[in-house]
């Protein structure tokens, strides 16, 4: 059993945007799946679905990501392993195109699991990444809303859970922080527990407002509830409810997998665009995903 399944970030989605959202999340899913399905990790399916996404100027992530109030772009991101509990994680990455490819090199070639700014560029120089101007990270749109002072409660995170053929759950969590940030800000994506998390029961991975993620660790929270005996259909819901009842009108999203192949994905806000593949290696995407029926 193999699977995979990635987001695009909850929030108040456009009426124009919800169509132009799907297509790259279901390329997304269609490359990591091609991956599984060859006999590929989990770790290599969810790096590359991300980097699709970071490379796509539309997400919050990558090139294209939402500008600081300085007009740069801050890149934070998180891969993580349930086999091994080991994770890579960067954050405020102004020169790397995907941070998502360092963050796997952090894992898997690092005795630490967290790098942030110039020591994580440090890192990247001696992974052999490549480091580019951060004008190269910046899209015409943004740089556009930048120039109005544009705000969107749009968490245009993305990230990724896969299933591999050995039975091995991964994560992969992707941002560039909320619209407008001060200098040196970091939200959940990068957080073990927060913005991500994987064990060798369950995977969830987060979106929304980092502030308040943080403060319940929602994706090991999501995790708990599959380890009590919860569905993952369900155990999304009860991470995202239960922190509705710690922090009323809390903003956040969730996708989650269990080591069985099952979905689940939650979220407080209007919509979250995601993309899955079934059992039957169909990509199916939808802004409003509900699992309970599956």
């Known amino acids: 059993m193999t699977g995979i399944i990635v987001h695009g970030g909850a929030g108040s989605w456009t009426k124009a945007e919800p169509p132009e959202a799907l297509p790259p999340l279901e390329k997304a899913a269609k490359a990591g799946w091609q991956i599984l399905n060859s006999g590929g990790s989990a770790l290599d399916a969810v790096e590359a ?15 294209g990501s939402y500008l ?53 560029e440090d890192i990247a120089r001696r992974l052999g990444i490549e480091l580019i101007s951060n004008l190269l990270l910046v899209s015409d749109r943004e ?30 969590t992707s ?10 800000r970091v939200g959940d994506s990068p957080v073990w527990g927060a913005g991500a998390y994987v064990n060798q029961v369950a995977a969830a991975g987060a979106t929304g407002k980092g502030e308040q993620i943080m403060r319940v660790l929602l994706s090991q929270r999501a995790v708990d509830f599959v380890e009590e005996g919860q569905p993952a259909s369900q155990a999304a819901k009860s991470a995202i409810a239960n922190m509705l009842d710690l922090l009323p009108g809390a903003e956040a999203g969730l996708i989650m997998m269990d080591r069985h192949g099952n979905y689940g994905a939650a979220y407080s806000t209007q919509a979250m ?20 029926a599956v």
């Not at 679905?49 to 090139?63: K, Q, S, V, W």
């Open 273 to 292: 665009p995601v993309a899955w593949v079934d059992g039957d290696g169909i990509v199916h995407t939808a802004m409003n995903p509900d699992f309970s």
């Open 68 to 120: 600081t109030e300085q007009g740069e772009v801050e890149l934070d991101a998180i891969i993580g392993d349930g086999t091994t509990l080991n994770f890579g994680a960067v954050a405020g990455v102004k020169h790397v195109k995907n941070p998502i490819r360092l963050a796997r090199g952090i894992l898997e070639h690092s005795d630490h699991n967290f790098f942030i700014g110039d020591g994580a």
């Open 175 to 184: 941002t560039g922080g909320t619209r407008l940030k001060p200098r040196g």
């Open 143 to 172: 740089f556009s809303r930048f120039e109005k002072r544009y705000e969107q409660t749009v968490y245009g995170t993305v990230g990724a859970i896969a299933l591999d053929n050995d039975g091995r759950l991964a994560v992969a």
């Open 49 to 63: 679905a991300t980097i699709l996404l970071e490379d796509h100027p539309l997400y919050d992530a990558g090139y």
